[in-house]
């Protein structure tokens, strides 16, 4: 049987979070058993049943043999379905649920180790004043034409209109900007109450004529957004490609100046992408993702596993079938350090989830276990090649 891999994936996702049908599981064992002319045999010992199935899902992805069976070794006894997944957060589990006094002996002490990022943004007023949103105290922070800004004490900025606002009509072309910078993180609340949450090296425009006849933001880098709904008045955001629409939803935008691709993965409710350069534009569903092509008048549309393209949300990598340089590029920006390679990079992808909340050679000691040597010079991460 031929089956499109990123589907069967998709499956075996789902039968890990328990949300697969009895017609989606029927299509995956008959994918599985044809593969290997070995039927699934819920009789057959655990391990091996979740080694089999591992490797054959891994094979099918074109993973190395040795890395599948390196990642064999590291699986720690969990359900059959979940085994088809390459946990790295077992890995570092098992590493910090030690004892203080076995891990003096293990741990590895790295110079200019780079630590996690934080809340840390810059508020740009429209007068071009910038306020360090790390270093103001909470409370009233700006009043910006109508609206008053205000920062929480869990560092949450939020937009109210002014008790002394006049209700108007009158456009303007001033506005303020939230900016996150390498190792930084940072949430919003416009002023009709939709939630804005900004991953690292990112920003969100905001013009002080919101909700006058529309509500439009623009963004570069990646947010996640809870749309307040309000059916008279259509929530827009624009990159630098793309505008998308809504009503009222929850979505994630990923789109970085220097990455090709710009994704859009809906989780609630519906939104329509419309490409600039294309002119053309497309509606997603619930558990659809768009990718946009910086440089093609392409939008391709796709039913995704959400989680990965949300989990920096929780306070997570988690990598799906992700390359190196991919994986390398989201260190860069939270950790705030520079990536550099040497020799000749490895075709590995990986898998798994790691926390965002450690230090970065945490991560790398994690990473390492997948056969990618590491070393830290200063704010430089290198990244050594098979011949190093």
Known sequence: ?????????LLAKKIENNTISDTELDEFN????????????YSEKDKELKKRILVSVMRRRKLPGKYTQMLLARLPAIGVAA???????????????????????KTVVVKNDATPGMDRAILTLSNGDKLDLSKVEPGLIATEGNFQVFKSRDNIITYKLSRKAKRTSTRTSLFNVVTTPKGGKYQAVLPDGSQVWLNSNSSLRLPLDFGIGERRVGMSGEGYFEV????????RVATHNQVIEVLGTHFNVKSYSDEAVCRVTLLEGSVRIISDAAKISKLLKPGQQAE??????????????????VAWKS???????????????????????????????????????????????????????GGVNFKIEGRKLIVLGNNN
């Open 228 to 235: 307040a709904k309000d059916r008279k008045k259509v929530f």
């Open 315 to 369: 306070g997570y990598f988690e990598f799906d079938h992700t390359d190196i340089k991919s994986l390398m590029s989201q260190l860069s920006r939270w950790y705030n350090v520079d990536i550099v390679y040497q020799g000749a990079i490895s075709n590995d992808y990986y898998e798994g989830r790691i926390s965002r909340n450690v230090n970065l050679s945490e991560v790398l000691k994690i990473l390492e276990n």
């Open 1 to 9: 049987m031929s089956k499109d891999i990123n589907r069967i994936y």
């Open 292 to 309: 946009i092509l910086s440089r093609a008048s392409i939008i391709n549309v796709h039913d995704v596993d959400t989680a990965p393209a």
């Open 30 to 41: 008959a994918w599985y058993n044809s593969f290997d002319d070995q039927s699934v045999d």
């Open 83 to 105: 085994s088809i997944f390459i946990f790295l957060t077992w890995l570092f589990f098992q590493q910090s649920s030690r004892t203080p006094s076995v891990m003096a002996d």
